[in-house]
């Protein structure tokens, strides 16, 4: 043993600062929703109209899920279920791969935003068959143009999709691939840099993960153990990650500094 030295003190090194992928407090979250809705509402061309829905909902998806990037680019359409009660849609669930970060979890998220996220798939789908449809038109009769690089005929989409179908496919791109998290990262960055808070900390798209915990925490009042178990973290890190929004939770217990303070400026005033 005595060759052995002394040991190394090990240090727990992880950046836990939420500063590290910031979160969209409640009021700021808001004018992410507005300008992602005008986003995709100012758009009449059906094509580019779904294409800008598709950064809303993907952004609408990781906030309600709580995902890491690379598990939503991972589900497909049957590890997906939409349970409804009374006739009504209630609750998402999704099935997420033991090939993740975390390996498999269930996850419950609004049911109303995972049908939103499949029935826009099924569009895209659509209109792009409508195009593959003039295109096979155009070689069929002779009358396609020159310039395009494909001048044979294209094989439609199958429709309904196959169940081993990317939830995130994107019918327009090659071999419906989802869009890439750079190329997501660099269209929402565009878009909300018109926002003024949005130039004032580092978000990312992981942000979207943080703000759906936060949320949880000061928006639903959720018990920790049941947002770890739903977005794949130990109970320990998110309490380490998120430690300082216990003085926002406790604010109606802290507040009464404010009450004592102003309780005693009235008897001042009355005394004076």
């Not at 002779?142 to 169940?163: A, D």
């Not at 190329?183 to 808070?197: C, E, T």
């Amino acid at each position: 043993f005595k060759n052995l030295g002394d040991a190394v003190k090990l240090r727990d090194k992880k950046d836990y600062r939420e500063d590290a992928n910031p979160a969209y407090l409640p009021d700021e979250w808001e004018q992410v929703k507005d300008l992602l809705i005008e986003f995709e509402n100012t758009e009449k061309d059906p094509i580019k109209k779904w294409k800008n829905c598709y950064l809303k909902n993907w952004v609408y998806f990781q906030y309600h899920g709580g995902f890491r990037c690379h598990e939503t680019r991972g589900i497909r359409l049957n590890d997906i279920e939409v349970v409804r009660k009374n006739g009504k849609v209630r609750w998402g669930v999704v099935q997420v791969s033991p090939s993740t970060k975390t390996g498999k979890r269930t996850v419950i998220m609004n049911g109303n935003w995972l049908n939103a996220v499949k029935y826009h798939l099924n569009k895209g789908i659509k209109l792009r068959n409508e195009q593959i449809e003039l295109h096979n038109k155009m070689v069929e009769n002779g009358t396609i143009p020159r310039w395009r690089t494909v001048q044979t005929r294209i094989e439609p989409i199958p429709f309904p999709p196959p169940p081993d179908t990317l939830l995130m496919s994107n019918p327009f791109i090659k071999d419906m691939a989802p869009l890439s998290d750079e190329r997501i990262r660099q269209q929402l960055n565009k878009l909300l840099s018109a926002l003024d808070f949005y130039k004032l900390k580092d978000y990312t798209l992981h942000s979207l993960r943080s703000t759906h915990i936060t949320h949880a925490l000061i928006v639903r009042n959720m018990n920790i153990r049941e947002i770890a178990d739903n977005v794949g973290n130990s109970q320990s890190e998110i309490e380490r990650t998120y430690y300082r929004l216990n003085n926002l939770l406790n604010m109606e217990k802290l507040g009464f500094f404010r009450d004592q303070i102003s309780k005693k400026n009235e008897l001042l005033v009355s005394e004076d």
